[in-house]
């Protein structure tokens, strides 16, 4: 029963570092976990990151693992990516979601989506 609103995405160079942002709407203790995904043209949805709301369980897709971090700002009831070290391949649109628990998230099992935000990564 979450809205979802995604922003920060845009063009950035190979190596260059983007934050996109997702405002969550509703009582954050009605949803388990909330995550991000990403979708390439042509390509399946795919997980990228997750994090469950007590904080202490963060996945992560191995592709990202050490550049991308995910966080949230309890108080303003927004999740966060910060990407770095981006390449070329990271290019995709990027999602929120909401779920019921980080193992679900990582299954793609959602209850919400954003509307999702382009990154594209220049060589």
């Known amino acids: 029963q979450v809205q979802l609103v995604e922003s920060g995405g845009g063009l950035v160079q190979a190596g260059g570092s983007l934050r996109l942002s997702c405002a969550a709407s509703g009582r954050p203790f009605s949803t388990g976990a909330m995550g991000w995904f990403r979708q390439a043209p042509g390509k399946e949805r795919g997980f990228v990151a997750a994090?469950?709301?007590?904080?202490?369980?963060?996945p992560y897709a191995d592709s990202v693992k050490g550049r991308f971090t995910i966080s949230r700002d309890n108080a303003k009831n927004t999740l966060y990516l910060q990407m770095n070290s981006l390449k070329p391949e990271d290019t995709a649109a990027y999602y929120c979601?909401?779920?019921?628990?980080?193992?679900?998230?990582?299954?793609?099992?959602?209850?919400?989506w954003g509307q999702g935000t382009q990154v594209t990564v220049s060589s």
């Open positions: 994090i469950n709301w007590s904080g202490d369980i963060t």
């Open positions: 979601a909401a779920g019921s628990s980080v193992v679900l998230l990582r299954r793609r099992v959602t209850n919400s």
